[in-house]
């Protein structure tokens, strides 16, 4: 299959995914969004109050600042793509939890394997999490690593920088590493292996609480 037919079953299966009690207080999934043909992925942690309004990532102060981020190594959203770990929002930003992101593997998988990027940058730690153990943000952000033949980027949470100002040109400076790293990438990049389906889990009922709309932990 095309990447794009795959990134479009994707959101279709999120939109009516109840494999995680988060659908329960979902309005709409956020599957992800951009150029399914992109050299680049960023991975954020999950969906917030206005993503989880609008059904895209990054819509918010956050996403405005990696609209500049992008900016400034030559980048648009139309030239990445952009998801999460999770797909839907977890009540009031909490974290996600073991059986939240579990539940969504199958899908972020797919979609890591039909765009097949050279690079893959993690944003927060919830993402990093997902590529490297036992890793700490605040000692490795910024540098490359290996993963399952993929070169991964982690670095911290654009929202981490509007939340602690000390942070920003440090993220800015992590930003502007990526062009380097996607043409050291190519050399090692390897066909995409598309997981063609994902087993059903019914989640138990849950009660929704979607009180604030503040981001997820970030640190």
Known sequence: MKPEAVLGEVAEQTAACTRCKLHFSRKKAVPGSGNPHSEILFIGEGPGFHENQQGLPFVGQAGKFLDELLASINFTREDVFITNVVKCRPPSNRD?????????????????AAINPAVIVTLGRFSMGYFISNGKISSIHGRSYQSNGRMVIPMYHPAAALHQPSLRSVVQADFLKIPELIEKSKENRHEPRVVDEIEEVVAEEAPIDDKGAEQLSLF
């Open 96 to 112: 996600p939890e073991p059986e939240e992101l579990e539940a969504c593997r199958p899908y972020l998988e797919r979609q890591i």
